[in-house]
Each structure stands twice: as structure tokens, then as C-alpha cells.
């Protein structure tokens, strides 16, 4: 992967005038436009014109010291599942073609511009955000870092958003992660994708899966990086983050279902992770997670996401079926099923999960696990649809446990260069945002070694 910037290191060339802001933007639509790149798959829509316009309304403003941050000037790209006023947002779908344009930006849109961010473009995704994978029959598939002649596929559901940031197309993404959709795709093209504490950013003007699990966050080079987004993105100040030592940090690794049925490279590489951990003084503990056996049986009938998910298409999926991705819509009409008796089981049992999961991890820092159980897949192997559901699985599962105990996630790589990229979650109880930065910048430089 190039060693393109963080958001520090661009907002130092700025400041300083190395660079500008129509130079950042130029730079990444050339790159969108390489055609021996993915930039055709990797973008929905591009608004040449209109980031054009904002770099230099950023290159003025920084001119005459009135730029709204440090950032400004900084092109970002977001994921087809935002409303952009003015815009269609399709969702990664041919199903909503025909909608009327935004008339306003979402909620995490509009703070971004506020803090001065480009709006580079719109990145593709699975349909409707329904996979880990990031196969899209729409608008093709672009293909993730590892092994790019092979074509593997490049996680999702926030596809587009990771490849977008690993081939310098923009700086960072605006991603979603309902069961994994930030970090999975973070995970497997080698970059830092995080999930928030669900209530902390607001889902408005955002297409929705499950609006109790859809959370909002970033996927971008580096943990400072994501964490300066994710302030924006919470409407929260912007501090300097400080890495917490290794020495002395208390982590539980949880032996129930997040270790099961891993491949070599995935086990290898999370071991050699730990052990420099250890080597480097952190005190680590493997836990028999039993909540997490309860977890499973609550998504039996489709869970949150089926349910929700029909809510919001069932209307839709009647006048335009024949439009949707096959493994997406058969996903979604699982939820036609469950009945609001099935539905109020499911809240209560997750109200106890969350009750039960953070007493249990209350003595320790954080936990740590391997962000998904498989590598990425090659694009080709995935179109028998038995495949695709195991491989989708895989990807997805260790990741939905922390949605479903509303927890706060980062997943940051822990492969070496040149080997195939896996990612390390770190992972935390709601609202405890700021304890998983600290702790992930401390351990970011370590457990590649």
C-alpha cells in the first residue's frame, strides 16, 4: 500500500502551505480516474465540480486564517448510504433510482462540511449494507488490497468507503457498521476502521438496516485519525489523543465463539499480536465469554437486522424485487416472519446480554479478538452462494458481537508487510470511546513487530 498521509500530516502541509487544498482533490480525482485503477468500482458518483469548488473555498478561507479547523481542505468520501442534498442516495441499489434528490445533507454529512472536509464522492457498498463481503452485482466489486490480480474481495458492507482510503482516492471515509461494516473491510485491506457507541452519532438522513445496531463511524490510515473523525462525527471536540503504555493494560481475549474455526494466517497473526503485547508488559487474560453462546439463538429467525430491515423495504421489495440483490433480498424477507411477539423477545434478551456481557468484562481494559475469523476471500470463489454464505458468516462474526452488546470497536492492522491483512479488534463496553482510542494508539506501532 503506498504510504499516502494521515489527517495530522496533511493538516501540518496545509497549515504550513506545502500543499492546498485544490491540489489534494485534483490529486485524488486523477486517481478515481486512473483506468488501471478501481476507482470506476470503487465510486458511485464523483463530484468533480462541487469538491472543486469547496477545495478552493477551503484554500481561501485558510488564506485568510479563517478556516474552520485544522482539517479543512481534507477530501473525504462517503459511503452511498448518506443522504448529499441534492443527490440521489441509491444505497448501493437500483431499486431507488427513481427517488427524489436529498434535500439536505445527513446529519454526519453536515458536520463533516463544518469542520471543512471535501466531498470527494460517493463510495459503492454491498446492497442496503446486507454483507460483510462487499460484492455489489450493481455497480461491480472493487477489489481489496491483498493479491489485487487474484481479485479478493474487499469486505463490507463499506466497500467502496476502504478502498477509497487505501489507493489515496480521499484521505478518509465515512462508513457505517451495523455487524462489522466499518471494521471488516478496515481488517481486510490493512487500514483502521472504527465503530462507535451507537448513540454518540446521529443515523439521520442515513439509509437504515437495523436502527438498533447501524452505527456511524470512520475508516481512515491511522487510530489519530479515526479519532479526530469520530470527535467530528460526534460533535465533540477535537483533543490530542494520547496513547496509553502497553505496560500495565489489562485485556481479555474471549475463548467462546471469537477464537472458533479461525484460518492459519488469521491465528498466526493474532497470536504473534498477543505475544508482543505481553512482551511489552500488558497483562493478558483468555475468558470464557458464556454470554456469547446466546447470541446466535437470538439471530436464529434473522435477528435485529431482518426484522428492521423489512420494516423499512417491505413496500419497496414488493414494487422492486426483481431489482435487488438475490442473497440480499432473501435476507430481508426472513424478517416477513417474525412477529412482534419474536420482536419484543428479542429486546428484552438483548437488554439482559448487554447487563450480563458488561459485568463480566467490567475488570478488564478492553477485549481483544481477531476482527474477523477469515481472510479475504478471492472474488471468484464467492459465486456459489453456499460459499458466499460461509465466507459472509465468518466475516460478520466476531464483529456482531460487539453490536450486539452495544459495545465500541476499533480494528487496526496486526499483519506483518507483504503478508495477507488481518485485522485486531479491540473492543469495549457503550461509552467507552475514548479508554478504546487511547488504548488502540498505544498498542498500533506494537503489534506489528
Known amino acids: 500500500m503506498p504510504d499516502f498521509p494521515t489527517l495530522a500530516k496533511l493538516a501540518e502541509d496545509l497549515e504550513s502551505g506545502r500543499t492546498t487544498s485544490r491540489k489534494l482533490v485534483e490529486a485524488c480525482i486523477a486517481r478515481i480516474a486512473d483506468p488501471a485503477g478501481e476507482g470506476q468500482r470503487t465510486f458511485i ?38 443522504d448529499i442534498k441534492g443527490q440521489v442516495t441509491r444505497a448501493g441499489s437500483r431499486a431507488l433510482d427513481d427517488s427524489p434528490a436529498a434535500e439536505q445533507d445527513a446529519a454526519t454529512v453536515a458536520r463533516l462540511r463544518k469542520a471543512g472536509f471535501v466531498v470527494i464522492g460517493r463510495t459503492n457498498m454491498t446492497e442496503f449494507a446486507y454483507s460483510g ?128 474455526d479461525l484460518d492459519a494466517e488469521v491465528s498466526a497473526t493474532f497470536e504473534r499480536a498477543l505475544k508482543s503485547l505481553a512482551d511489552h508488559g500488558a497483562i493478558i487474560e483468555r475468558v470464557e465469554m458464556a454470554e456469547f453462546h446466546d447470541i446466535g439463538p437470538m439471530n436464529a429467525k434473522g435477528g435485529f437486522a431482518a426484522a428492521e430491515s423489512y420494516a423499512w423495504h417491505r413496500y419497496l421489495i414488493t414494487s422492486k424485487g426483481d431489482v435487488y440483490d438475490p442473497r440480499v433480498s432473501v435476507r430481508i424477507m426472513r424478517g416477513e416472519a417474525q412477529s412482534a411477539a419474536d420482536y419484543i423477545d428479542l429486546l428484552n434478551e438483548r437488554r439482559s446480554l448487554i447487563a450480563r456481557v458488561n459485568a463480566r468484562i467490567a475488570p478488564y481494559d478492553a477485549l481483544v479478538l481477531p476482527t474477523t475469523a477469515n481472510t479475504p476471500p478471492k472474488i471468484a470463489d464467492l459465486a456459489d452462494d453456499k460459499a458466499f454464505t460461509t465466507q459472509n458468516l465468518r466475516a460478520l462474526r466476531n464483529c456482531t458481537l460487539i453490536n450486539m452488546i452495544d459495545g465500541c470497536a476499533i480494528s487496526i492492522p496486526a499483519h506483518r508487510e507483504g503478508d495477507v491483512p488481518v485485522g485486531l479488534m479491540l473492543a469495549g463496553a457503550g461509552g467507552s470511546d475514548r479508554r478504546i482510542f487511547e488504548l488502540a494508539a498505544g498498542m498500533e506501532a506494537v503489534i506489528r513487530v
Open 45 to 82: 458518483h464523483v463530484d468533480k465540480d462541487a469538491a472543486l469548488a469547496a477545495a478552493d473555498a477551503m484554500d481561501a478561507l485558510r488564506k485568510a486564517k479563517a478556516a474552520p479547523s485544522r482539517f479543512a481542505g481534507i477530501p473525504v468520501s462517503i459511503k452511498d448510504l448518506f
Open 133 to 260: 463481503i462487499g460484492i455489489n452485482p450493481h455497480y461491480g466489486t472493487p477489489k481489496g488490497a491483498w493479491n489485487r490480480a487474484d481479485g479478493h474481495v474487499p469486505g463490507g458492507s463499506s466497500s467502496g468507503a476502504a478502498v477509497s482510503v487505501l489507493d489515496g482516492m480521499a484521505h478518509a471515509a465515512l462508513g457505517t457498521d451495523t455487524g462489522g461494516s466499518c471494521r471488516i473491510p478496515a481488517a481486510y485491506n490493512g487500514i483502521v476502521g472504527y465503530k462507535p457507541t451507537q448513540r454518540r452519532v446521529p443515523l439521520d438522513g442515513s439509509v437504515p438496516l437495523s436502527f438498533s445496531l447501524d452505527s456511524i463511524g470512520p475508516l481512515a490510515r491511522s487510530v489519530s485519525c479515526c479519532a479526530i473523525l469520530d470527535a467530528v462525527l460526534a460533535n465533540e471536540p477535537i483533543t490530542a489523543l494520547k496513547p496509553r503504555p502497553v505496560k500495565g493494560m489489562r485485556l481479555a481475549v474471549p475463548t467462546t465463539i471469537a477464537l472458533d
